[in-house]
């Protein structure tokens, strides 16, 4: 049986369960999911165990695992199946899955354009670190709509490289631009446009060891518009659209627990904002 990865706090929930909806509204077969847990409460933990979810925490694997996304590199090294998906939450399937499960099956891996280059999110230590040509300007891969073989050798070397530069400290940092994204005053800042963390690292480590890969457009695959050939919506807010597909009790109870949740974050954010303005 296929399958799909994500991974969820409390403040991603409706948005993970969404997620999981939508794929089991348009794919026809069985399909099991695995929520990698970086932050969920016993009751959402419940209810995903009440959809049939399976659970899986992250550990404390190093000092600043939950920094930078460092912890996404773990979930690509540790998940056990050999055709390996995931999807960040935030994104709905408008599409039968099983369609991306064979590309994977078939090319080795799925790979969507994240929209930049190398030279935008790599500093240019990186590409000495990595042993990249740094003549060619790379395509960037998103690192949170991809699927890949893990019998595929330069793909699992990749993977596990990520890993272990990953804690080392890779993935930490900000380009001198998003600078005002860091929770410090003090911070490593990355030579580069645009760093992106653990995204710059996976694509480091993939690009040192292939050159040619057959990347897939974001605007189908990882859209923030929504259009009849879009079959993947990143659309990055809140949607309820498919907690409600089927109707029972526990359905009804998750969609009313994640109206009150979602209004706890946003009153949350929304007092910061005010505080910090206050402040300054």
């Known amino acids: 049986m296929n399958i799909l990865n994500t991974t969820s706090s409390s403040y991603f929930f409706s948005r993970t369960l969404n997620?999981?909806?939508?794929?089991?509204?348009n794919t026809k077969t069985p399909i099991e999911f695995i929520v990698w847990?970086?932050?969920?409460?016993?009751?959402?933990?419940f209810l995903l165990k009440c959809f049939k979810v399976k659970v899986i925490k992250v550990p404390s694997f190093c000092e600043f695992w939950r920094d930078c996304y460092t912890w996404k590199t773990y979930i690509y090294k540790e998940s056990k199946e050999r055709f390996f998906f995931?999807?960040?939450?935030?994104?709905?399937?408008?599409?039968?899955?099983?369609?991306?499960?064979?590309?994977?099956?078939?090319?080795?891996?799925?790979?969507?354009?994240?929209?930049?280059?190398?030279?935008?999110?790599?500093p240019a230590d990186y590409y000495t670190y990595f042993k990249i040509d740094n003549n060619q300007d790379y395509t960037v891969i998103a690192a949170g709509n991809i699927g890949f073989d893990k019998n595929n050798e330069d793909l699992s070397k990749a993977v596990n490289m990520s890993y272990e530069s990953a804690i080392k400290?890779?993935?930490?940092?900000?380009?001198?631009?998003?600078?005002?994204?860091?929770?410090?005053?003090?911070?490593?800042?990355?030579?580069?446009?645009?760093?992106?963390?653990?995204?710059?690292?996976l694509n480091c480590c993939l690009r040192s060891?292939?050159?040619?890969?057959?990347?897939?457009?974001?605007?189908?695959?990882?859209?923030?518009?929504?259009?009849?050939?879009?079959?993947?919506?990143?659309?990055?807010?809140l949607s309820y659209e498919f907690l409600l597909i089927k109707?029972?009790?526990t359905s009804i109870l998750a969609y009313f627990y994640c109206l009150i949740n979602d209004s706890y974050f946003y009153a949350k954010v929304m007092c910061e904002k005010?505080?910090?303005?206050?402040?300054?």
């Not at 040619?212 to 807010?237: C, E, F, G, M, T």
């Open 19 to 25: 997620l999981i909806f939508s794929v089991r509204f």
């Open 247 to 249: 109707i029972n009790f």
């Open 169 to 201: 400290g890779m993935c930490l940092g900000y380009s001198y631009a998003e600078r005002n994204r860091a929770a410090k005053s003090e911070f490593i800042v990355r030579d580069c446009e645009v760093f992106r963390h653990d995204q710059t690292v």
């Open 37 to 45: 847990d970086i932050g969920l409460n016993k009751i959402e933990r």
């Open 274 to 280: 005010i505080a910090k303005k206050i402040k300054n």
């Open 86 to 122: 995931h999807l960040d939450a935030g994104n709905t399937v408008l599409c039968d899955i099983d369609i991306i499960f064979e590309m994977i099956r078939e090319k080795g891996y799925f790979f969507v354009d994240q929209g930049q280059t190398l030279s935008q999110i790599a």
């Open 209 to 237: 060891r292939m050159t040619d890969l057959d990347v897939l457009p974001h605007s189908i695959y990882s859209a923030v518009k929504r259009k009849d050939d879009v079959k993947i919506l990143n659309q990055r807010k």
